[in-house]
């Protein structure tokens, strides 16, 4: 599957934005996705996933209760809506999804093996 993540931009500290990934293919419905994240000098770290529609979401502690992932399998798209952000969540983003995860890797980036190109989020103070 491919994947094109739009909706990253610059904000200041509280604001809200909400990305979105389109992914191509038939099968969407079967793959798990997620967002990840990658400041500049850090390493790329997991931010949000979740499996089938309607299923268990999984997110970072940094994130939890501020970031809320969802999907539209009609449309194809995973989104991911953030809400009162902070210049720490000051990142590129990316979404990702694969076919087989197993539960217990899903906050790993090495359990997906489709990557959007990311979008750039800048929160300033």
């Known amino acids: 599957v491919q994947l094109q993540a739009s909706g990253g931009g610059e904000v200041e500290t509280g604001d809200s934005l909400r990305l979105s990934c389109v992914a191509s293919g038939r099968t969407f419905s079967s793959y798990a996705v997620g967002w990840f994240r990658q400041a500049p000098g850090k390493e790329r770290e997991f931010v949000a996933a979740?499996?089938?529609?309607?299923?268990?979401?999984y997110y970072a502690d940094s994130v939890k209760g501020r970031f809320t992932i969802s999907r539209d399998d009609a449309k194809n798209t995973v989104s991911l809506q953030m809400n009162s952000l902070k210049p720490e969540d000051t990142a590129v983003y990316y979404c990702?999804?694969?076919?087989?995860?197993?539960?217990?890797?899903?906050?790993?980036?090495?359990?997906?093996?489709?990557w959007g190109q990311g979008t750039q989020v800048t929160v300033s103070s």
């Open positions: 979740m499996r089938r529609s309607g299923g268990s979401t």
């Open positions: 990702a999804a694969d076919r087989t995860i197993i539960l217990s890797t899903i906050r790993w980036a090495s359990s997906f093996g489709s």
